[in-house]
């Protein structure tokens, strides 16, 4: 089991650009969660997925965030356009209620 | 909208000592996560609590879960250097949210 797979690892982008992160979840796991962690905020819950439906994204901060889950291995998570503010580190997580497991993470910094 | 609220969110402490670490939430739930996070890395689970009255333990950490009072407690005995972390707690009431983090550090 290789875990939850997030890439890239580290993302560098000019304000303005595109950026879409990437989650593949551990296979079986019902729920999907992206978080966003900076050293103001804490860790904020952007949305969640249950069987790839959006339950709730309420978290995403505006209309610049959108994310996917377009079958059960796969979810993104896209920023446009991008702003020096989103600079965090951005998790995803899967799992169900017996334990969820994180992935690595994404640092974006948006210059 | 679930509060999950920690503290303390700064925690020095000696070599050998003991510590409880507080977690507190807003709505009921019976689903509480206690994960650490060391420095630039991601988030490793420690224990699941599934009902009151939960207690889990792994080597010097002890986490237990009261739903009544809403109240989680992870206790620390006779910390050692390799605790320093960040401890986090999380409420599932639906979704997850996480409490503030409590970054301890335990000194010789």
């Known amino acids: 089991d290789a875990g939850v797979i997030q890439s890239p690892r580290h993302e560098v982008t000019e304000m303005g650009q595109e950026v879409t992160l990437r989650c593949k979840p551990i296979?079986?796991?019902?729920?999907l969660f992206w978080y966003r962690q900076t050293m103001m905020r804490g860790l904020e819950l952007l949305i969640y997925?249950?069987?790839?439906?959006?339950?709730?994204d309420s978290g995403m901060p505006e209309d610049r965030f959108s994310a996917k889950m377009p079958n059960a291995s796969f979810s993104t998570l896209k920023i446009q356009p991008s702003e020096p503010r989103d600079s965090a580190v951005y998790f995803c997580?899967?799992?169900?209620?017996?334990?969820?497991?994180f992935g690595s993470g994404t640092r974006l910094t948006v210059v | 909208e679930l509060k999950v609220e920690q503290n303390p969110l700064f925690l020095s402490m000696q070599e050998g000592k003991n510590y409880t670490i507080y977690c507190n939430y807003s709505t009921t739930s019976d689903r509480l996560y206690w994960y650490r996070q060391d420095p630039g890395k991601s988030l490793e689970s420690l224990f699941v609590l599934l009902s009151n009255g939960a207690v889990k333990q792994e080597g010097r950490l002890m986490a237990s879960l009261d739903t009544k009072a809403r109240l989680s407690t992870l206790h620390i005995t006779a910390a050692v250097h390799d605790l320093s972390a960040t401890y986090f707690c999380a409420v599932d009431g639906g979704d997850m949210r996480f409490g503030a983090g409590t970054r301890l550090t335990v000194k010789p």
């Open positions: 296979s079986g796991h019902d729920y």
């Open positions: 997580a899967s799992g169900w209620e017996l334990g969820y497991t």
């Open positions: 997925f249950n069987n790839n439906v959006p339950i709730d």
